[in-house]
Nanobody
Framework: QVQLVESGGGFVQAGGSLTLSCAASGVTFSRHVMAWFRQVPGKEREFAAVIRWSDGVTNYADSVKGRFTISRDTAKNLVSLQMNSLKPEDTAVYYC????????????????WGQGTQVTVSS
């Protein structure tokens, strides 16, 4: 059973940085991909970034490309999201998610979710 626990959210001023972490258990390195999604109240959950455990291949949403970096530490079973040059529109609850197979951006294809961590960026 895959379990995901996020941490690292908080409050930051525009232009600042935050790093989110996702502690994963039950993940099979050869099979799983890990992603970060985000959600603003009243809106659908939005894809941000994804990484493949086995080889570190990544993919980003256009809205975060060049500012966010997803990485994984296979020794610690940890996936991180380094967020730089934060904007007020990055304010959301950020969720870690996992699925087996392809590197996908679509929320319904992910089977496992963390509880979410709030990121607030002030202008």
């Amino acid at each position: 059973q895959v379990q995901l626990v996020e941490s690292g959210g908080g409050f930051v001023q525009a232009g600042g940085s935050l790093t989110l972490s996702c502690a994963a258990s039950g993940v099979t390195f050869s099979r799983h991909v890990m992603a970060w999604f985000r959600q603003v109240p009243g809106k659908e959950r939005e894809f941000a970034a994804v990484i493949r455990w086995s080889d570190g291949v990544t993919n980003y949403a256009d809205s975060v490309k060049g500012r966010f970096t997803i990485s994984r530490d296979t020794a610690k079973n940890l996936v991180s999201l380094q967020m730089n040059s934060l904007k007020p529109e990055d304010t959301a609850v950020y969720y870690c998610a996992a699925r087996q197979g392809l590197l996908l951006r679509t929320e319904p294809t992910y089977d496992y979710w963390g509880q979410g961590t709030q990121v607030t960026v002030s202008s």
